[in-house]
């Protein structure tokens, strides 16, 4: 754990877009009340279960959120990276985080209890509104995914997911973007909603077609158009 005096953080979390919106003594409010952790790769932060009790700022670095199945299987549920953040449920009422988080690389967290969120959004309701905005936001990606689930193909939604993941984990290139994938061809069927063969025969006909280049350790590169 450590202070904000301290932080190592490349932005401070007041400067992240979740509370762009915010005038600055309505930043340093919240900046006041940060409890900060460092967390080293493959450090777990929280284990599926635990009681969520804190709103919790990705504030460098990157994380993924998974679930083992019955059979002890892991399938991950989503990956997180700076600026993300998660525990508004807990906002609202008591609730157990539905995931392990772990850290995929060194990285620092950013957290608020609970009850001090209650007590800042009460003071300063625009909090509460930056919140609500970048939830909005959220909620409108994962609409338009769901929406092209039965209208889009699963080359097009393939390749849409590949460039999502590119702004984030890839590297801009004379010739495409180099990719390096955080996910598995299991967890892309899985956010796709098909199997991990479908998802494997899409990739090699892509590649054939010579839109991508599948690589060693993950790595996809994309071929400019």
Same mark, same amino acid.
């Given at each position: ?16 877009? *979740? ?18 952790? =460092? ?6 932060? @929280? ?34 990276? =700076? ?17 392990? @988080? ?13 009850? =001090? ?5 009460? %003071? ?10 970048? *939830? ?5 990606? @994962? ?10 193909? *699963? ?6 997911? *590949?460039?999502?993941? %590119? ?9 495409? =973007? ?5 996910? %598995? ?12 063969? %479908? ?27």
């Amino acid at each position: 754990m450590e202070s904000c005096a301290q932080c190592q953080a490349p932005i401070c979390i007041s400067h992240l877009s *979740l509370f762009k919106r915010l005038s600055k003594n309505q930043r340093t409010k919240v900046v006041n009340h940060v409890i900060r952790y =460092t967390l080293k790769k493959g450090d777990v932060f @929280l284990n599926e279960g635990d009681d969520l009790s804190q709103f919790i700022i990705i504030s460098r670095g990157r994380f993924r959120a998974f679930r083992n199945n019955e059979e002890g299987k892991t399938k991950v549920v989503q990956y997180l990276k =700076t600026g993300d953040f998660i525990g508004q449920e807990s906002l609202f009422d008591k609730t157990e985080i539905p995931y392990t @988080l772990e850290a995929i690389e060194s990285a620092a967290l950013c957290t608020i209890p609970a009850h =001090t969120m209650h007590e800042l959004i009460q %003071s300063e309701p625009e909090i509460g509104f930056a919140i609500l905005s970048e *939830l909005s936001a959220k909620v409108n990606v @994962l609409e338009k995914e769901l929406a092209t689930v039965h209208l889009e193909s *699963l080359e097009v939604r393939l390749m849409n997911l *590949l460039q999502q993941l %590119s702004q984030d984990y890839g590297v801009e290139e004379a010739e495409g =973007t180099l990719l390096h994938n955080p996910m %598995s061809q299991d967890d892309m069927a899985m956010r796709l909603g098909v199997s991990r063969e %479908s998802v494997n025969r899409k990739l090699k006909q892509l590649e054939k077609e010579e839109r991508i280049a599948l690589l060693p350790k993950k790595q996809i590169y994309i071929h400019k158009m």
